[in-house]
Every structure is written in structure tokens, then in C-alpha cells.
């Protein structure tokens, strides 16, 4: 049985097929809860920002029309949300460097790392994240939507409202100031692991 699209699915939802929108949760609330915890860094936030949204398609649902992506609508509307409360609430959007953070930032080439190859990444991810969070808003929701949520640079653009020379721009740039501070560690990671 082929699988409906999700376009498809918020059609069938808006004519009052109530499955139709238990599939779009199944499918959408971990992509939304982790794209507004890898802005928030809180659980308990990123957990109201999904349910908002989710409460948001529920009461939108009538003005939803399939010119795109079903995706880029939802993250369109998480966005706005978490901005929302950026300048609402004056969120300080911290990213704080947990040693059993659930959310992994990066593979592991091995699927048994060293104790010392283990402890290296343990550090350089908490680099990652320390870095990622010192980049402009629009730069690191641009990079975190790209490289984390798999988006494609288009999507990216509707959901930011910016064009998609400025998305990519932004991403080049997070890119390029990520690795401007990040290359000095990788390097004595790397001399460390050959030890």
C-alpha cells in the first residue's frame, strides 16, 4: 500500500478525516519538538511550541492549500511561533553543553568508538553546540533547519521568508564561521586520537 502524501493527508483532514491527522502527528511531532528544542535548548519549551503548532494546523486547517510542501508550511508555523516568543517573552535561547544530551551531533564513524575517541567527539560536540549557539539567530536556525531537520534550501527560504540567495548565504556563512572556530580544535583532536 503506497503511502500518502502529506499534502494529501491535510487535504483529507480539512474534509473532517480525523486519521488523516493522527498520520501527520505520527510523522511531524518529532521533526517539530527537536527543531524547536535545537532552538530553545528546553524540553519543556520546545515541548509547548509543538503542541502549539500542532493546535495552529487544527485551527488553520481551512486555510491550508497545497501550493508546497506540507513540511514548509509546519516548520513555517514553528518558526513564526518560536520568533513570536523571542520577542514576546525575551527568550534567552541558551544551548548548554550537556554530556547526556539525548540529541547527538555527530556519527560516529565506528560503532565502537574508543573510551579516548568517545571522550575527543564528547568534547568537539560540545564545541559544535557552544558555536553554533554564538551564531546570528537567522544563521543558526537557517544551519539547524538544513543540516538537522534535512531541508532543502527552497523550503528553507518560505519557512525564514527570506530569498533563497539569503538562505544561502546565511548557511555558507554559519558554515564558514563554524569551521573558522572549530578547525584550531579538529586539529588537536585529531593529533590527540594519533597519539
Known amino acids: 500500500m503506497e503511502k500518502a502524501r502529506d499534502e494529501e493527508l491535510m487535504l483529507r483532514y480539512q474534509e473532517g478525516d480525523m486519521t488523516a491527522m493522527d498520520e501527520l502527528l505520527a510523522r511531524y511531532k518529532n521533526p517539530v ?31 491550508y492549500e497545497p501550493s508546497g ?23 534567552q535561547v541558551n544551548w548548554p553543553r550537556q554530556k547526556d544530551d539525548p540529541e ?5 564513524a565506528s560503532n565502537q568508538p574508543s573510551v579516548q575517541e568517545q571522550v575527543s567527539r564528547n568534547e568537539f560536540s560540545a564545541l559544535v553546540k557552544k558555536h553554533i ?29 527570506k530569498s533563497l540567495g539569503t538562505v544561502k548565504t546565511l548557511i555558507h556563512r554559519a558554515r564558514l564561521a563554524l569551521k573558522e572556530k572549530l578547525l584550531p580544535y579538529a586539529s588537536e583532536i585529531s593529533e590527540g586520537l594519533n597519539e
Open 33 to 63: 519538538y527537536r527543531f524547536a528544542y535545537r532552538l530553545s535548548r528546553d524540553a519543556s519549551d520546545a515541548q509547548d511550541i509543538a503542541q502549539e503548532v500542532f493546535l495552529r494546523v487544527h485551527q488553520f486547517r481551512g486555510r
Open 104 to 108: 547527538k551531533l555527530m556519527d560516529f
Open 69 to 91: 510542501k506540507f513540511s514548509t508550511w509546519i516548520f513555517s508555523i514553528a518558526h513564526n511561533l518560536f520568533v513570536s516568543r523571542l520577542r514576546k517573552d525575551k527568550w
Open 133 to 161: 549557539q554564538g551564531l546570528p539567530f537567522l544563521q543558526k536556525e537557517a544551519l539547524v533547519l538544513r543540516e538537522y531537520e534535512q531541508l532543502d534550501y527552497e523550503e528553507i527560504a518560505k519557512i525564514l521568508n
